[in-house]
């Protein structure tokens, strides 16, 4: 029962351990990481916590010191990063605390950075309690929002494990679900390794999940994103296919204003625009109709309401981190499971904002 | 004319350059180890900046934008960090961005910050301007301070490069040079190079010190430094034994009040009280009345005034973060150029204390 990755990096390696009932074995598998710690400091979302934090508590032997964070986006503030670092530093951290972060990507985030830049480096477990965070949690990244950007303030900074315990994902409200369901679709679109086929087999009603299907799908979404950043660690070449169906999404997140579309609900979208992208520009044969019903199956939505304005959802891609020289440049598919990197016209663009419209 | 170092590490390695007038040729340098870079950054001490500023802009074919630092440890706070990213960012920065620090210790290590958490990482140039720089520009610790301590938020983070034109120490005040001058003379207590007797031969007064001496001196002192964060990059061992006469130095520093007493003075004094330990602990010989007057040449007290209470420093010692369950630990030297982390008994290290204490 349960599965494991190893994660290879410039550090090492690291574990990510998918098991139901994981939680509660918590600091044993903490101490199997980092033998010489000498305290652990929990960094947990409130929520999170209100469903979880007996459960892993109950596995310490010494209760660790708990920070809470409030769930959303706001918490990846410096302001938030400044009370947790005080907080870490007057209870006592040392070089050989542990920083673990229960929840979602938000507290991974955060936690993660803290603990990156606490004594310049302290040893860091998440705990994802999200479908989302299977993809966050895994690859490194660390960071805060600024007032002029997400994700603007950061590091890359490798997690000691991931212990994942799958009974956490019970309790999601079904859109945060459909946040996290949209990045494992990414991944089936962008592998070779018949993800989406086998997702498409056994995923119709993903609620319904048995204990060991959960874990398969959780294993190999992070299998796919695990290849991509160990050929890729710090964001130099191929990591950007992890981008598949962003440029769009974030356009449509940002444009609807932050929390009115969840992420994964604008990246479903993005993806369809980058299927419509990657046949008008490489006359690429793709599945657009299985992707269309397997999203629709989940809940989402697949078309872009009349309300969006073309033009600006332009502009605002013309900002995304990928475009050169005022160039707009998309993740596109070759065929099912071959990405690329492509520079694509404008014009071509707005053909595929049509396509992707709602008829009504 | 002109010596060079190249500093491996896990990411590669770097180049240390060391050659006066090397300030006109700022850019052409930063293009050598950026050859993609987008735009130039330089963050600034206003001290630095008012000597020589015009003389690194000259070098620019653009002119890099400034963002001026105050000098002295508080500009090593969170806000100012807060304040120096939204300046790099509200002015474009982006991943091929170089942020170069021109100044000291403070300079390098706030700027060495907030490139390494700029974007998850952008590139860093360090332009010393001060003699202790020379050993903090080098080794890659970066970090900002808490109200809890110094140092204690921060990240390792090498720079590309380390531009060191030693014609911009001549304005160095007398205090700030002695500062300096006393991790050079740790340097050449903890290594077998010669270095120590090579002062003693060559630095006499060593504001009259010609060009190709002083990079001469420059050059062995870094080369110790190189030779120790080469072997222990994250500091996990011999890193310990660049604290070579710090473990007094830091509790003589906040004892007397930070801003009192400076840094190098501080460790001068530390320097002699670990030499006596050395003695005491290990039967070590060693050159103290040579090192004594080495220290006195270059107008430093060698002696510990009356008004410290020995007790005091005591406990200060005991907060060091190489004590180990509330047992002392000492860099000694089991003779010159060879030390060790040793713990040692209160009552050695009060022998010590009276030791270096004014007869007066």
Redesign the interface.
């Known amino acids: 029962m349960g599965k494991r990755l190893d994660i290879i990096n ?2 090492g390696s690291y574990p990510v351990e998918i098991e139901h009932g994981l939680r509660f074995r918590t600091e044993e598998k903490i101490r199997q990481v980092c033998p010489d710690a000498t305290s652990v400091f929990l960094i947990a979302d409130e929520n999170a916590a209100s469903h979880y934090l007996n459960d892993v508590l109950s596995s310490f032997q010494q209760p660790p010191h708990v920070i809470f964070l409030q769930p959303g986006e706001g918490s990846k503030s ?1 302001e938030e990063l ?1 009370r947790v ?2 907080e870490l ?2 209870h006592g951290a ?2 050989k605390s542990v920083v673990a972060a229960l929840g979602g990507g938000v507290t991974g985030d955060l936690a993660g ?1 803290a603990a ?6 302290v040893s860091f477990v998440q705990i994802p309690t999200t479908l989302l965070a299977h993809d966050s949690s895994v690859g490194g ?1 660390t ?1 805060i929002n ?4 997400k ?6 900074y490798a997690p000691a494990a991931v212990l994942y315990d799958p009974a956490m994902l019970q309790t999601l409200p079904e859109g945060e679900w459909r946040s996290g369901f949209a990045e494992v679709i990414k991944h089936s679109l962008i592998s070779r390794s018949g993800f989406l086929e086998w997702l498409s087999d056994n995923v119709n009603n993903p609620r319904d999940l048995q204990d060991e299907a959960l874990e398969e799908l959780l294993y190999r979404s992070i299998q796919v994103k695990a290849s991509i950043v160990e050929e890729d660690e ?2 130099a070449g191929v990591r950007a296919y992890l981008n598949f169906g962003h440029t769009l999404g974030h356009a449509i997140e940002a444009e609807a204003g932050y929390g009115t579309w969840t992420h994964g609900e604008a990246v479903a979208l993005g993806m369809l625009a980058a299927m419509h992208l990657s046949r008008f520009k490489l006359q690429a044969d793709l599945p657009l109709e299985n992707v269309k019903e397997l999203l629709e199956n989940h809940g989402f939505q697949t078309a872009l309401p009349h309300s969006f304005d073309h033009q600006k959802l332009l502009e605002r891609m013309k900002r995304d ?1 990928k475009t050169e020289a005022g160039n707009l440049r998309f993740v596109l598919l070759r065929e099912l499971g071959m990405p690329e990197l492509i520079p694509v016209e404008t014009e071509l663009v707005k053909e595929a904002l049509k396509e992707v419209t709602s008829d009504d």
Request: without cysteine; positive net charge; charged residues 20%.
């Open positions: 410039s550090g410096i400044q670092l005080t530093l007057e040392d070089r950075f990156a830049v606490l004594l310049r480096g990244k960071g600024h007032p002029s950007g994700n603007l303030i950061g590091a890359f710090f964001e981190k």
